[in-house]
């Protein structure tokens, strides 16, 4: 018989703050939907913290109670938002931009939405090459950068009486960036802040400065960012939360969800084509070859790990992947993707699937941001540390422990996620096994 897991978790008492490295889309559509929720004029939907439910006892107790019900989370009117940006604009001038939220919208929310002025950023060009920052922090070496980003955590949580806070990378994907040996250690990664090493991008002295402070930390990009054996190190150290990496909404979103069920009915892939056009900043950034490839890389993984090409060879050895993402700037945030996949079935028949999917992005990608602010929190509170697998769920590129791989399947990390949930609050994990019907 397994041992009970016996955990004490603080409860959520005080104020929570959310630190949002970029105020772009992402940040403006979740920052504006919490307040629209909080006044009635918006519900949640795609939050699983806020409307959904967990199963828990056998299915003939008819226990489902809300996930918030179960374990403390913070309430939406609890938490304080701040951010950092290259462009000084405030968050209704942002959210107006980005164009995401219709204006009638936020416009009702403009006194608070005018009130979360951007902080100067740590910003270099050369990781994301079609920006041009002017709104950045300046100090000479990235040691005294990452520094004076942890005095804007401190200061945040001083002048706003906070109790805690974590820190979600909303920012720009930065360039493809390989592993470096500076990366390695503890002590690699403070030499290499301070003699200003070229493979240290801004967004890892973001996930530096939380992990110092105590605060969890979650990348919602692709690049590296807090995903390297010093990170590790530091937030197990310092008993902070990690996950990441790069929000799974849209295209890979519905892969991992189509991925896995072709799978479970043992039918095989020869091909899946997936293209993309959007139009808002993010789709610049990523019309740059090198910030594309970090995307590219994020994207093409997912398929490998669900579909198991080393175990399932007649499946799915010959599969090819292509991913293309196509700047068009009069679709703004509204993307529109196309999958052509080419499956077989019995005898190795042909078959076809085309998915035609009409999103929004940052609506896909605001319910996440703010699930994984409350889970960081819980998590923190829960005496976790380190990489969070258990968050995997909203992730396209998992972090996962160096020893093992990283789960892709939605389902088989929705299961996590609730199972965690379920040992959280002292109850029994689910394996949906249920042999006492049979023998
Ligand atoms: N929207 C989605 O569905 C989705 C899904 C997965 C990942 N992402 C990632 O989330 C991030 C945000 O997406 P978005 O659509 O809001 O993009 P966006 O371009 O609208 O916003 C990003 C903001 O980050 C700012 N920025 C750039 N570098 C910065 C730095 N070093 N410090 C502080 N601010 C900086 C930019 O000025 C911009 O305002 C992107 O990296 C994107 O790839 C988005």
Redesign the pocket.
Known sequence: MKEKFQIEIKEANGKLGVML?????????VIAGVMAIQKGIGKPIGSLTQMGRIRLGKRDEKRNPLISEVVPLSNLEDIQFA?????E?NAYD?AVK?GVLEKVLVDQLKDELSKIK?MK????KN??KR?D?TF?KKAATKYDLCEMLREDIRNFKAQNNLDRVVMI??????IYQEYDPVYATKESFIKGMKENHPAIA??ML?AWAAISEGVPYAN????LSADMPAMYEFADEMNVPLAGK?????Q?LMKTILAPGLKARMLGLDGWFSTNILG???G???DDPDNFKT?EVSKLSVLEHVLQPDIYPDLYKDLYHKIRINYYPPRR?N?ESWDNIDIFGWLGYPMQIKVNFLCR??I??AP?VLDLALFLDLAGRSGFKGIQEWMSFYF?SPIHAPNLYPEHDVFIQLMKLKNTLRVMAGEEEITHLGLDYYM
């Open positions: 490295p970029g105020l772009g889309a992402v940040s403006t559509t951010a950092w940006d290259i462009f604009d942002a980005a951007p950023a740590v910003f270099e990781w994301v920006l920052g950045v990378w909303s920012a720009s994907t930065e801004p967004s973001y919602g990009a692709p690049n790069d929000f799974k909404t849209g890979t808002n900043r993010d610049e950034v990523l995307k945030d993307k992005d940052s896909l990608a996440i396209k």
